[in-house]
């Protein structure tokens, strides 16, 4: 079952929202409008730990919110161009495990075959990022560039910071 938030109208009324609420504008019996703020918005104020980068960022995908931008990230001019980036994860504590398994490896040959099945359980994440830029912009920039546009979105920022290892591709519209 999913999981219930409360929202207070200024007229006093409880409403019950859940996660997919977020983002959404729910109607209250006083006539009045309440917007339902992010998941992330819900869950901290009601005491739960934020969502992290991935989460968040698989959620609105989901809900086609992303990209929030209505200006192009390279110079500004209001777009609806969007330019898409998949960025790879890996996620680090795999990484360290796969030296000791190659090390291993080495040794023991046959060892290292039941250990590398589990080893397959800690998967890279990978996202399709889009992108608000305008074509000019997304006229084949390079590599730098593709990421200095990733950080100037928030959410992205803190996914980059995260894994500070992740690669990314060119982008394409
Ligand atoms: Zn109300
Ligand atoms: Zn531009």
């Excluded at 996202?127 to 084949?140: A, K, M």
């Excluded at 593709?146 to 519209?173: C, G, I």
Aim: glycine residues 8%; contains cysteine.
């Amino acid at each position: 079952m999913e999981k219930l938030y409360s929202l207070a109208c200024n007229c006093g009324r409880t409403h019950q929202v859940s996660g997919t609420d977020a983002g959404c504008d729910i109607h209250c019996d006083c006539g009045q409008t309440i917007s339902v703020p992010s998941l992330q918005q819900l869950r901290i104020s009601a005491g739960e730990s934020p969502l992290s980068a991935e989460m968040t960022i698989e959620a609105r995908l989901l809900k086609g919110q992303l990209p929030e931008e209505t200006h192009c990230l390279g110079c500004g001019v209001t777009t609806t161009e969007t330019a898409y980036v998949t960025v790879s994860c890996e996620r680090p504590e795999v990484q360290a495990r796969g030296w000791t398994l190659n090390f291993f490896a080495l040794l023991f040959g046959w060892i290292s075959m039941s250990w590398s099945a589990g080893h397959e359980q800690g998967r890279d994440v990978s996202f399709c990022l889009p992108l608000r830029i305008c074509r000019e912009c997304g006229q084949t920039p390079s590599e730098s560039k593709v990421r200095d546009f990733l950080r100037k979105v928030p959410l992205y920022r803190q996914l980059l910071d995260k894994y500070t290892a992740a690669t990314w591709s060119a982008l394409r519209f």
